[in-house]
Nanobody, 117 residues
Framework: VQLVESGGGLVQPGGSLRLSCSAS????????VSWYRQVPGKERELVAT???????????TYANSVKGRFTISRDNANNRVHLQMDSLKPEDTGLYYC????????WGQGTQVTVES
């Protein structure tokens, strides 16, 4: 089981980024997959979850702080989960991780997102 995040970077406030979580060893359609973020000195924060759904769907949930700005989606064909982040704010800065809720939690190594002028 492996999760690899990509797509982070430096962006100005109001900008957009699209993060990707590439999975191997399991099917993302069969498990809940979440994005978390963490900044130094703070606990890891749940950002969004896409719940399991074998037909390409799956309900989604979001932290209040990102509702209306972030969209989590799943690409079953490529076994990936994406996080589209729009209208980014400086407080969105952090190390973003994806997590799959398998028989155990599986985490990726994270990708850094920095939002600043």
């Amino acid at each position: 089981v492996q999760l690899v995040e990509s797509g982070g970077g430096l962006v100005q406030p109001g900008g957009s980024l699209r993060l990707s979580c590439s999975a191997s060893g399991f099917a993302v359609s069969a498990y809940d997959v979440s994005w978390y973020r963490q900044v130094p000195g703070k606990e890891r924060e749940l950002v969004a979850t896409i719940h399991r759904g074998l037909r390409g769907g799956g309900t989604t949930t979001y932290a209040n702080s990102v509702k209306g700005r972030f969209t989590i989606s799943r690409d079953n064909a490529n076994n990936r989960v994406h996080l589209q982040m729009d209208s980014l704010k400086p407080e969105d800065t952090g190390l973003y991780y994806c997590k799959a809720s398998l028989w155990r939690d599986a985490w990726g190594q994270g990708t850094q997102v920095t939002v600043e002028s």
